[in-house]
């Protein structure tokens, strides 16, 4: 085996002078066909050479009936029959091929694992770049190489950046939307030697990619994923994800298509969360999201401002906003008195506004309102909203066409337009403005889900900036307590509820007080030790105790506990657990190790973090900063910071709190497999842990 190759030595696979085509074709719409095509319409001064004993030339190309006779190559792409892969593999390499291209691959073939293996190894041992098998290729738009059988739609280089691990968004990717454009765009296939994460890293030496767009359906190579995502943040290039395999029959689906096993999401959103990137949870808001991203500005300081023809658009635009939680421009008395003035209009004056209100020329002004708008202070961009399918002769589209064109050249700030649906009808127009380097998104919600996106990106990288420069240890917890667990651990493959929370609590995480018994007058005991009142819990191990019966609450004297007891005792077993009862709302906090390491869950705890599916992954160790960032959205949080008023002090100690957590699992890591707190109470005084289960590696 030999070292992985770098992005910096993938030029003779990404870039190449010169290209040998193993089962070329003259038959259009074959893959050797295809290919040719591609190939010369992105460069036809390319040094093409067809291999095949059929044909004397292809498209003007002189044939070569064997790969000896033709000049060196320095890619070789396979893209004839399935069954001469591995004897063509072998013939490229021995004249000399320094990267291969293999599009095809068995389908059926009860051996194909072994297959796989055998053609990585012949590429390894080699020291060859190998892409597939089972790819339909790249586009290197910054390089003018296109070996795939996808015909691009358009060549023009741009910003964005694509690696799928799905043929169909590829192939989407380079032939649906001329708007679109690309610095690259891989399929990676069955990654056999080169995986996502080298593509990835390809990308990211490109000079004109601004943002990268993965199609994710396993990570086969979790440290170079990782390393990857880690280069991109440290470039502030930003990444958006789009993945299948949230559901089992999704993940079921995947291994029969494609022979990928996805496993569960917790460790990939855990990952994902680490290095910011944008998770999408479509196709549509995968699209829109790297169009915007991919232009050439970024967002700046302040929020979002926007200029449309509908007063019903407005109305549905200030709803999306504040449901999405986009923050929206905060205009200076100075801006409102000028668009006052622009407009003719004495009413309220916001940040997004109707052309349409106001008693002067809407065509005039539109150009001098969107200026107006990105001059102050507060706007981050501005969205210029207009039917832009509309018919040339109804002219509306065509005057906020011409406005943003003329307002992007005056101003560095972004100019976005955007559609009220995703309907379109007039593409002339649009390419003209995306010709002008003004992304055009489609649809009101789809645009402002693609800017949530853009701001949090920008939250991240100040985040991510502020704490590289206020590093925290990341060595708080005590090494010694650490072995002394260890050992104490010995062989057992789980801690229960009592012990669990003395583990917690020796390193300092707030757990409720607990007193074992085994008898109805030591429960008895314990309740009247600990105050009422008092929960009664079984302490026989079980998982899931409320559902079998195991827990009885708010007891609020001996009377109560006796019968709780005989209740629990009866069908369960005698050992118990008394503890006071707690009050607050209700999280949950879990960790599985992954291949990525820790991974942390928050959740709604108690019995809803079954039902509710409101939750996020983080890898620790994680600091507070980072669990704030990342739990924002969970309606959980959003009931405990409102119906509870919880002050700025209170909230920070629950963010702390999973943060050690984080750092204590890290800590463990290889010992304690898993860990279940759930609930974790939260209230105005703070929280404390009330249950919990860890399970502890073999290893």
Known sequence: MTAKPSAQNLTSLFAPSSIAVFGASSRQGRPGYQVLEALQRIDPSKSIYPITPRYEEILGLKCFSDIGEAPAAELAIIAGSSDRIETEVSAAIACGAKSLLVFGAPTSNPDRPKWL????????????????????????????????????????????????????????????????????????????TLTMADLIKYCLTIDSTRVIGIYVETVRDAEGFEQSLAEAADREIPVVALYAGRTDKSRTQMMTHAGRLAGGRSDLEGILNRYGVARATSPDEWWTTLALLGSERRIGTGGLAAVMDSGGGLAMYLDFAEELGVPLAELSPATKNEISVL?????????????????????ARTEKLIATLAADDDTAAVMAFTTYAESKSAGFAESVADACLQVITQTAKPIVAATYTSRQLQPDLMLRIADAGIPILDGMKTALIAFRHAFRYRSFQTLRNHLSSNAVASNIIDTAQIDSWKRRFGGASQLAEADALAFLSDFDIPCVRTIRANTVDGAVDAAEELGYPVVLKTDEGLAHKAAHGGVHLALQDSNAVRSAYSKVAAGLGPKVIIAPMASGREIAIGMVYGQFGPTMMISAGGVLIELLKDRCYLLGPVSPEEVKSAVEDLQVMRVISESLGLNAVAETKLYELISRISHLAFAFGGVVSELDINPVLVSADGCVAVDALIGLSSN
């Not at 407009?343 to 065509?363: K, N, V």
Request: glycine fraction near 14%; charged fraction near 20%.
């Open 343 to 363: 407009l003719g209009y004495d009413g309220e004056i916001g940040s997004a506004l109707d052309f349409w209100i106001g008693d002067s020329d809407r065509h």
């Open 117 to 192: 293996c055998r053609i990585g190894d012949m590429a390894r041992e080699a020291e060859v770049s190998m892409l597939g098998p089972d790819t339909l290729g790249f586009v290197n738009y910054s390089q003018k190489c296109g070996a795939t059988w996808a015909i691009p739609e358009q060549i023009e280089p741009g910003g964005i950046a694509i690696v799928s691990q799905s043929g169909t968004v590829y192939w989407e990717a380079i032939t649906n939307d001329p708007r679109l454009r690309f610095s690259f765009s891989g399929h990676s296939g069955l990654e056999s």
